[in-house]
C-alpha cells in the first residue's frame, strides 16, 4: 500500500487560518507533522480544529516544542508519545512528538521534530531525536519516519547526519522545485521529509494549493512523500 506523510511549519497560526486548513487538506496526508503549533491559550482546542478542518485528528499528547502529528482515517495510531529535547541556555525549548501507526499491516514510527537556529543545538537535537525515534521504532518493529523544519539547507551538519541514518525523500523521488522558505518567494529548501530506507519513496515535492493559500498560509510551505509499504 502507499501512504501520505506530510510536513508543515504552521506558524503558529499566525497567519491566514482558514488558508491555512485549505492547504493542509490540499496535503491529503495520513499522517501530517506539524511544527509551530499553538502552546498557549487553549492550546489543545485550537489543535484539535485545525486538525479537523483537514479531516484529521491530533495523535500526540503534549505541547512540547510546539510539534505534533495529526493522523487520518486510513491509520490507526498504536502508541503516541512527545519529548523535551535537551534545553540550551538562551534558546527555545525543543521537543519531539511520536506517532506509531498502523496501515493495512505495515508499521510506522512517524516523529515531527522542529530544529534550532543555532548550529550545535540543531545538530544535537538532531541526533539526540534519531536516538528515540530508534528506540521507538525497536518496541513496535516500525520503520522510522522523521520530518520537520530543519532550519538548514542539505549541505549542512544536521540535514546531512539525519540523510546518513534515512533517505531524505526529497532527494530520492522530487517532484517540484522543493523550495519551502519563506512561503511567499521560497528560496531554501529547509523543511523535509526522511524515511527508513527499507520504505519505496514514490515522490515528494510540494502540495497542489492554490499560491495565494500557500503563501497566506504560513511563512512555510509543505512537503509531502508518498511511500509505498510492504512488498
Known amino acids: 500500500m502507499t501512504i501520505r506523510i506530510a510536513t508543515y511549519n504552521v506558524h503558529g497560526m499566525r497567519d491566514s487560518v482558514p488558508a491555512l486548513g485549505r492547504v493542509m487538506a490540499a496535503a491529503r496526508a495520513d499522517v501530517l507533522c506539524v511544527q509551530e503549533a499553538p502552546r498557549f491559550g487553549r492550546w489543545r482546542a485550537r489543535r484539535?480544529?485545525?486538525?479537523?478542518?483537514?479531516?484529521?485528528?491530533?495523535?500526540?499528547p503534549a505541547?512540547?516544542?510546539?510539534?505534533?502529528?495529526?493522523?487520518?482515517?486510513?491509520?490507526?495510531v498504536l502508541h503516541a508519545e512527545s519529548h523535551a529535547l535537551r534545553s540550551f541556555l538562551g534558546l527555545e525549548r525543543r521537543g519531539l512528538a511520536?506517532?506509531?501507526?498502523?496501515a493495512e499491516g505495515a508499521?510506522?514510527?512517524?516523529?515531527s521534530l522542529h530544529l534550532d537556529l543555532h548550529q550545535a543545538a540543531r545538530m544535537h537535537h538532531?541526533?539526540?531525536?534519531?536516538?528515540?525515534?530508534?528506540r521507538v521504532a525497536a518496541r513496535h518493529d516500525a520503520a522510522i519516519v522523521l520530518a520537520g523544519d530543519i532550519n538548514e539547507r542539505a549541505h549542512q551538519p544536521a540535514w546531512r547526519y539525519l540523510a546518513g541514518r534515512l533517505a531524505d525523500c526529497y532527494a530520492l523521488a522530487p517532484e517540484g522545485d522543493g523550495l519551502t522558505?519563506?512561503?511567499?518567494?521560497?528560496?531554501?529548501?529547509?523543511?523535509?521529509?526522511?524515511?527508513?530506507?527499507?520504505?519505496?519513496?514514490l515522490s515528494c515535492g510540494g502540495v497542489d494549493a492554490p499560491s495565494a493559500d500557500l503563501?497566506?498560509?504560513?511563512?512555510?510551505?509543505?512537503?509531502?512523500?508518498?511511500l509505498r509499504l510492504g512488498h
Open 48 to 60: 484539535a480544529a485545525l486538525a479537523a478542518a483537514a479531516g484529521l485528528a491530533v495523535a500526540t
Open 107 to 111: 508499521c510506522l514510527a512517524v516523529g
Open 181 to 201: 522558505f519563506p512561503a511567499q518567494r521560497p528560496s531554501a529548501r529547509i523543511d523535509a521529509v526522511f524515511a527508513a530506507r527499507e520504505t519505496s519513496v
Open 126 to 134: 538532531a541526533a539526540e531525536a534519531m536516538a528515540i525515534m530508534e
Open 98 to 102: 511520536v506517532a506509531v501507526v498502523r
Open 215 to 226: 503563501a497566506g498560509a504560513s511563512d512555510h510551505l509543505p512537503v509531502a512523500a508518498e
Open 63 to 76: 505541547r512540547t516544542g510546539g510539534v505534533a502529528v495529526l493522523t487520518g482515517r486510513r491509520v490507526r
